[in-house]
């Protein structure tokens, strides 16, 4: 299995740009987790899916951010309108069935926001 | 919401040096995650457990949950062991996201 995908891996953009993250599952898993990371406040969780549905979106900072899974095997997470606080790594992680199993990480996306 | 504990922040150590991480949390857990991240950025699960000890080659990861305490032992390190350690927690019951400690950055010197 390839394991997590993620695109893009880099993205510059600039204040008030729409933003949209891509995440592809690893086959078969059930549950699906974004993460950010920056230098000042380390990982955190922004929203937890089970079966498509979102189950935990407390860390999501506000009404700009979004996370959608249409389908079983792909999320996405857009940002609209983006600012510079946004500046992170974003992380996607699957598990086989919840948050008490083994997180397969994607490899993240560097976003820029100019 | 759980507060997870690192220390320490900094280790720097001799190849061939037997390596501790801590890691505390304030609240009731479903499980424990220690998680590598590489200097290029990527993360990778290396145990996840609810009690007990686990061990996978040189690594070893033991809980005390009574204590709510974890350590993360690394037997006979070496420098392509340099990485930020990082402790994460779950809760479960529906509060499957983790909760992450603040990373322990690890330098193995040969």
């Known amino acids: 299995d390839a394991g997590v995908i993620q695109s893009p891996r880099h993205e510059v953009t600039e204040m008030g740009q729409e933003v949209t993250l891509r995440c592809k599952l690893i086959?078969?898993?059930?549950?699906l987790f974004w993460y950010r990371q920056t230098m000042m406040r380390g990982l955190e969780l922004l929203i937890y899916?089970?079966?498509?549905?979102?189950?935990?979106d407390s860390g999501m900072p506000e009404d700009r951010f979004s996370a959608k899974m249409p389908n079983a095997s792909f999320s996405t997470l857009k940002i609209q309108p983006s600012e510079p606080r946004d500046s992170a790594v974003y992380f996607c992680?699957?598990?086989?069935?919840?948050?008490?199993?083994?997180?397969?990480f994607g490899p993240g996306t560097r976003l820029t926001v100019l | 919401k759980n507060e997870v504990e690192q220390s320490p922040q900094n280790l720097t150590a001799q190849e061939g040096e037997f390596i501790t991480i801590n890691c505390s949390y304030s609240?009731?857990?479903?499980?424990l995650h220690w998680l590598q991240q590489h200097p290029g950025g990527g993360i990778v699960s290396l145990f996840m457990?609810?009690?007990g000890k686990k061990k996978h080659g040189r690594l070893i990861a033991t809980i005390n949950i009574q204590e709510k305490h974890s350590s993360l032992h690394i037997t006979a390190s070496h420098p392509r062991d340099s990485a930020v350690y990082i402790c994460?927690?779950?809760?479960?019951?529906?509060?499957?996201?983790?909760?992450f400690g603040k990373g322990t950055h690890l330098i193995i010197q040969p």
């Open positions: 992680a699957s598990a086989p069935f919840s948050g008490i199993d083994t997180q397969y």
């Open positions: 086959s078969g898993h059930n549950s």
């Open positions: 899916f089970n079966n498509n549905v979102p189950i935990d």
């Open positions: 609240v009731g857990i479903s499980a």
């Open positions: 457990l609810s009690s």
């Open positions: 994460a927690v779950s809760a479960g019951g529906g509060a499957d996201g983790l909760t």
